[in-house]
DNA sequence: ACCTGAACACCGTTCAAGT
DNA sequence: ACCTGAACACCGTTCAAGT
């Protein structure tokens, strides 16, 4: 239940990579969720393993689970450390404008650490960015003049289409990419996901203009 | 590039469970799809191990991958089966009452494999079901006056959406039964999916109407 | 043609032992 | 307080060997 910190890059930030060494009582929560980022972009998140995160630290053992309890906790700290890369527009831009820029922006940032986005889709952590996200998400929907309900209900259904979408670009990506290397470009799915998120918006406008429900 | 079989169930329905033994050759790979699809309702598609497939079938060994490349493909072919029970409405219901009636049903029907939905967003597999599902909402949308690149983003941001809300449903409802059981129940997760499938289908509407795309 | 089981290179996790 | 490495119970996959 505790709660880390919110920022973790700008440590290890100068350094440009190689497996720095590490004295005794040095090492923090903080530089395994680090590593696990540098692994997650290079390799993927469903390789980061606890044996790869300790070879990534420079460190012989299993003393990650010093800092960590289990894999889970660690995924959940790397997942909120990404999604803590979404920048979130100032609170005057409108409600559909709002949604748009969080949500584009969010699969950019998603599509940097593969296979966090599919993580997501399974786990609410309850870390600290995790919560910024959504909490940002319900102000900008209420103050849209949506209620408790619909906002909660339209929150977590752009979420599915976020989640499911980088998912899916990813996974065809890479799988193509195998076949013709030098290929993985995501043009036109963004062009699939902007129609999607649109969709959605333009019904969340339609139920404002129309209050049959 | 071999193509199964649609049916799988059939042969072994009425025997109601117990590892048979087969007899010297009797063994197929539709034996291996069906016994995929029992472990995968019993403890999901993670759980399910090509050790685990061999047990089910009261193999003691590795004779599977005489009938499958590899793990993948097993994967490939029980999600496919999965698709292949998803009924697909008559071809006389208007375009937005076939989608509604094609992912609700898709959603009850995933949401008893526990992990395929998961599996569906990362692969496509081009195999029989999957074709006649993703060639039949294309024939629908084209039928409800959509152009084809139109109708080719909609089946996909509401395959996200299916797909994404059944893995979120799954993972969360299983999390709260490990805490506290029998009480595992999705009622206002079908409001939430059937809210954001709306969504949807209300901006496919707005697009028909207002033809300023 | 079909089946067997040992073997290899991986996992997550635990735990007694070190400093 | 922090680190080490062996050990256990798993994986997917390969392969020589059986019938």
């Not at 996901?193 to 203009?209: A, I, S, V």
């Amino acid at each position: 239940m505790s709660q880390p910190k919110v920022g973790h890059e700008a440590a290890t930030s100068g350094t440009g990579g190689g497996p720095r060494v590490w004295r005794y009582g040095e090492l923090t929560r903080d530089d395994l969720v680090d590593a696990g980022l540098r692994i997650t972009r290079r390799q993927g998140f469903d390789h980061l393993s606890m044996r790869k995160l300790a070879a990534e630290l420079g460190s012989p053992s299993m003393n990650t689970y010093y800092y960590v309890r289990n894999k889970g906790q660690l995924l959940d700290l790397v997942g909120d450390a990404v999604l803590g890369e979404i920048v979130l527009p100032p609170a005057d831009v409108p409600w559909d404008r709002w949604l748009t820029q969080v949500f584009t922006d969010g699969r950019t940032v998603l599509l940097r650490y593969p296979g966090v986005a599919q993580h997501l889709l399974r786990r609410v952590s309850g870390l600290p960015n995790e919560r910024r996200l959504y909490q940002g998400l319900a102000a900008t929907l209420r103050q849209g003049g949506f209620d408790e309900a619909t906002s909660d209900r339209a929150q977590r259904t752009l979420a599915y289409l976020l989640f499911g979408a980088v998912t899916s670009e990813l996974a065809t990506a890479t799988a193509t990419a195998a076949n013709e290397p030098d290929t993985m470009s995501f043009s036109d799915d963004a062009e699939v996901f902007d129609f999607g998120l649109e969709l959605m918006l333009e019904g969340l406008r339609q139920l404002r203009t129309d209050p049959s429900e």
